[in-house]
C-alpha cells in the first residue's frame, strides 16, 4: 500500500506590528515601516517557521511586508520574491484615518462592507479586485514547489483574507466569515483531494488582538 502524499502547503504570514496599526489608522496601500516590536515579532516568528523547511517565499513589495520577509529569508538562506500585486487593499480616502474617524465620515460605507456588500472603501478597489490581483500570485509560485514544497507568503491581513477566501472557493459575501489575523500570525492552506483546505488560521502566538485594515 503506498505513502499518501502529503501535498504543497502555503503558509500567509501577515506582516509584524506599525505604528499605524497601534493608533488603529487604515494603512491600505501606504509604505509604513515596522516598530521595532514589529522587527522582534518578524524575527521571533521567522524562526518559528523556519522549521517548517520552506521551499520559496514571496513578498509584498510594501516596507513593511517587505522587512518581514528578510527576516525569515536571514534564517533560511532563501531569496524574496516581491510582487506589488501582494500589497494591502488600496482604499482612497480612508487611507491615513483612524477607525474612529472612518466610523464618523464613511459610516454608512462602513456599515455596507461589513454587511458583506461590495464596497469601493474610500473609492478604492473591492476586495474580490484584490483577490483577482493576489490569489494568481500565489497559485503561480505555488505551482513552482514540489509535490510536497512549503511557499510562504508574506503580505497583509486583508489581502490574505481576499486570497483564502478565493483559494477556498467562496463566495466573496462568506470571506468575512474568516477572523482577522493578529501582526506576525500566519495561516496555512494545503493540498487536498479537491483542491486548497484551510488547514490552521491565526497561527502562531497566544491570542493578541487583531489591529488592521480587515477589522
Not at 487593499?89 to 458583506?116: M, N, S, V
Request: glycine share 12%; with cysteine.
Amino acid at each position: 500500500m503506498s505513502t499518501p502524499k502529503t501535498g504543497r502547503k502555503i503558509v500567509l504570514w501577515r506582516h509584524g506590528q506599525t505604528s499605524w496599526n497601534l493608533e488603529r489608522r487604515f494603512q491600505g496601500s501606504t509604505d509604513i515601516e515596522l516598530t521595532e516590536t514589529g522587527v522582534a515579532q518578524a524575527r521571533r516568528a521567522a524562526r518559528l517557521l523556519a522549521s517548517l523547511k520552506p521551499d520559496a517565499i514571496v513578498a509584498s513589495d510594501l516596507k513593511r511586508a517587505a522587512a518581514t520577509a528578510a527576516e525569515l529569508a536571514a534564517v533560511t538562506g532563501l531569496t524574496v520574491s516581491h510582487d506589488a500585486d501582494l500589497r494591502e487593499t488600496y482604499a482612497g480616502e480612508w487611507q491615513g484615518l483612524t477607525h474612529d474617524e472612518i466610523l464618523a465620515k464613511y459610516g454608512e460605507q462602513y456599515a455596507a462592507w461589513k454587511r458583506g456588500e461590495p464596497v469601493r472603501r474610500g473609492g478604492g478597489e473591492l476586495e474580490t479586485e484584490v483577490a483577482d490581483r493576489a490569489a494568481p500570485v500565489v497559485l503561480r509560485h505555488a505551482a513552482q514547489l514540489g509535490e510536497s514544497g512549503t511557499l510562504v507568503v508574506v503580505s497583509h491581513g486583508g489581502t490574505i483574507r481576499t486570497t483564502i477566501g478565493r483559494l477556498l472557493g467562496w463566495e466573496s459575501y462568506y470571506w468575512e466569515s474568516l477572523g482577522g489575523l493578529s501582526n506576525c500570525c500566519w495561516s496555512v492552506l494545503g493540498e487536498g483531494a479537491r483542491g486548497w483546505r484551510l488547514l490552521e488560521h491565526n497561527a502562531g502566538t497566544l491570542p493578541e488582538p487583531v489591529l488592521g485594515d480587515d477589522d
